[in-house]
């Protein structure tokens, strides 16, 4: 098999990867053409984290990673009762508009990680992704709420941007519930 990674946007050549792993036979193999340095190390770091091993062959600005005998993906390697939360305290990832991309980029690849969170907690100006659909990143969020994902606006917040009749995506969450998730059980990961 031979899957052509190259122009995509990071971090879909991991992901991308994954995927065609995932579709291969024991016995078969995996060509993976790159032509970003980054995704060719994303790549490799990806593998090894898989104890998989693979060869790299550089012609002049591309690279091949082929893979042999592959072993077998994990299903899942969370605990069941364990689930995790995604606690969003802006609307992007960093400043500006490498920030936004960020953000945009991480909610999109958000369904594809074997473990996505069930819960998104958004405070301080996150909750403005909910209530525009012009917002970057909006369709990224309506996506995840489709799936399944339990979204949560701080209406505090929604109440200090005057958003509250605007909510779009989710529902409005209470400190009191973001608190108790934030010290529940749950894994959180905060961007």
């Not at 893979?67 to 009762?81: G, S």
């Not at 998730?181 to 905060?190: R, T, V, Y």
Request: glycine content about 6%.
């Amino acid at each position: 098999m031979k899957i052509d990674c190259r122009d995509l946007a990071c971090p879909r050549p991991v992901i991308e990867t994954k995927k065609a792993l995932e579709e291969l036979s024991k016995d078969e193999n995996l060509q993976i053409l790159l032509n970003s340095q980054t995704s060719k190390e994303n790549v490799m770091r990806f593998l090894k984290s898989l104890n998989i091993e693979f060869e790299t062959k550089d012609i002049e600005d591309e690279s091949i990673i082929s893979i042999k005998n592959k072993m077998p993906l994990q299903e899942n390697q969370y605990n069941n009762d364990e689930f995790n939360v995604l606690f969003l305290k802006s609307d992007k990832v960093g400043e500006g508009e490498l920030g936004q991309n960020l953000m945009v980029g991480f909610l999109k690849t958000l369904k594809d990680l074997d473990n996505f969170p069930k819960k998104i907690l958004c405070v301080n100006n996150s909750v403005l992704i909910n209530t525009d659909s012009s917002h970057i990143a909006f369709e990224a969020m309506k996506e995840l709420e489709h799936m399944g994902v339990e979204i949560y606006s701080c209406g505090a917040c929604l109440e200090y941007f005057g958003k509250t009749q605007e909510l779009k995506i989710g529902k409005i969450g209470n400190a009191y519930e973001i608190l108790n998730e934030l010290f529940g059980k749950a894994k959180i990961i905060s961007l």
